[in-house]
């Protein structure tokens, strides 16, 4: 077997340990977004927002999953890549998926964590603290909410579906555009000035919105 073949199934091996140990990273995050009110809010770009939160969710996780994984890089939204031994392994951090929107109190945040091997995600957790729900999967493993399974709507008919919207472009006249746009009896686009956020694209796994619009 070779050393790719061999560090292939070692990873299937130990998916479940690695999924406790991410759920445990994402506790701790958990944790700091419910319990902090962002003190210092910067304008990455006209439409993307880092707080103090952001960047204290994503220190602490990179300092907890070099503790209990230092042969496994990490890659954060805000700090950048952090090399390990194993260069085509990375842990995957957004810390705040949402930012704009936990800025104005609105519910639609979550953290997002996966594990990425060789550009293939074998383990990933989204906890959406203001919303109580867990998501979490594992390659090949299905995925669950909250220890539930998850599947996807049967809904067939467009008429009859609920379709979350997720489109943050900034361009003139584009909201009246998304909603003109959206042919389902309910759509739901956000009016905060974060609009799209993994949240809303888990809500179609589980099969809540039967559609996601991006």
Request: glycine share 8%; aromatic share 6%; proline share 4%.
């Amino acid at each position: 077997m070779d050393a790719v073949a061999e560090q292939g199934r070692r990873l299937n091996t130990d998916l479940a340990k690695l999924l406790t140990i991410a759920e445990q990273a994402v506790d701790l995050a958990h944790g700091i977004v419910t319990t902090h009110r962002p003190a210092n809010v910067r304008n990455k770009t006209d439409r993307d927002t880092v707080t103090d939160v952001d960047l204290r969710i994503e220190r602490e996780l990179r300092a907890f999953l070099a503790r209990k994984t230092p042969e496994i890089g990490f890659l954060g939204e805000e700090e950048g890549r952090h090399e390990s031994t194993q260069q085509d392994a990375f842990w995957v951090l957004d810390p705040i998926d949402g930012t704009s929107n936990f800025v104005h109190g609105v519910p639609l945040s979550a953290v997002s964590l996966a594990l990425v091997v060789d550009g293939v995600s074998h383990v990933g957790v989204i906890d959406t603290p203001f919303l109580a729900s867990r998501y979490t999967a594992t390659k090949d493993g299905g995925s669950y909410v909250n220890g539930a399974r998850m599947q996807a709507s049967s809904t067939e008919r467009m008429s009859e579906a609920i379709v979350s919207v997720g489109n943050y472009s900034v361009e003139p006249g584009l909201r009246p555009r998304t909603r003109a746009n959206c042919g389902s009896r309910s759509c739901w686009p956000s009016e905060s000035s974060g609009y799209q956020c993994s949240a809303q694209r888990r809500s179609t796994s589980r099969g809540s919105s039967k559609g996601y619009v991006s």
